[in-house]
T-cell receptor
Framework: QKEVEQNSGPLSVPEGAIASLNCTYS??????FFWYRQYSGKSPELIMS????GDKEDGRFTAQLNKASQYVSLLIRDSQPSDSATYLC????????????FGAGTRLAVHP | DAGVTQSPTHLIKTRGQHVTLRCSPI?????VSWYQQVLGQGPQFIFQ???????GRGNFPDRFSARQFPNYSSELNVNALLLGDSALYLC????????????FGPGTRLTVT
């Protein structure tokens, strides 16, 4: 079982719709969870962090965390073509240092 | 404020050679982590340094080494390069060790021929 799993996609949504990206993780000791956006040929850009159960909203982005189910999600409201990218879910290990374990990413395509 | 910087941007090396990659963290950040990303995969953790000490090491061979300097910049060294070392090498900066947000630099694209 992979430590962090994401659907590779592509997830195709029309402009203006809500995009829902999902991620599951295996280490119950994980305490910090992050979503990064990566455009083709570029480095990952941090867009959301979440540390406790529930929802966290920042602009058009909402991160959701359910530690009991070991599940993290990212919702993108009013999706724009510029949101087309690969979204990486990252989880810190429970080992006491800040090692990030990444999923392979979900490719999102927003079409006009 | 300047973000994380890395040099060089691109690099082409031959099998068996050695390479040094460099990273400067965001001003005020004291922790640097290194990741390797191959096409189609997420970044893989190589090392973390905090206050000039190694705080974590990923599942990479001893050909990979790193260090952090008093000004918190860092370098990653890879010896005896293999074709499989071709990847994007990413440096990430965080304010300190622990479960803090990490910010990535633009990366160094290494091609081994």
């Amino acid at each position: 079982q992979k430590e962090v799993e994401q659907n590779s996609g592509p997830l195709s949504v029309p402009e203006g719709a809500i995009a829902s990206l999902n991620c599951t993780y295996s280490d119950r000791g994980s305490q910090s969870f992050f979503w990064y956006r990566q455009y083709s040929g570029k480095s990952p850009e941090l867009i959301m962090s979440i540390y406790s159960n529930g929802d966290k909203e920042d602009g058009r982005f909402t991160a959701q965390l359910n530690k009991a189910s070991q599940y993290v999600s990212l919702l993108i409201r009013d999706s724009q073509p510029s949101d087309s990218a690969t979204y990486l879910c990252a989880v810190t290990t429970g080992g006491g240092y800040n090692k990030l374990i990444f999923g392979a990413g979900t490719r999102l395509a927003v079409h006009p | 404020d300047a973000g994380v910087t890395q040099s060089p941007t691109h690099l082409i090396k031959t099998r068996g050679q050695h390479v040094t990659l460099r990273c400067s963290p965001i001003s005020g950040h004291k922790s640097v982590s290194w990741y390797q990303q191959v096409l189609g995969q997420g970044p893989q953790f190589i090392f973390q340094y905090y206050e000039k000490e190694e705080r974590g090491r990923g599942n990479f061979p001893d050909r990979f080494s790193a260090r952090q300097f008093p000004n918190y910049s860092s370098e990653l060294n890879v010896n005896a390069l293999l074709l499989g070392d071709s990847a994007l090498y990413l440096c990430a900066s965080s304010i300190m060790g622990g479960a803090y947000e990490q910010y990535f630099g633009p990366g160094t694209r290494l091609t081994v021929t």
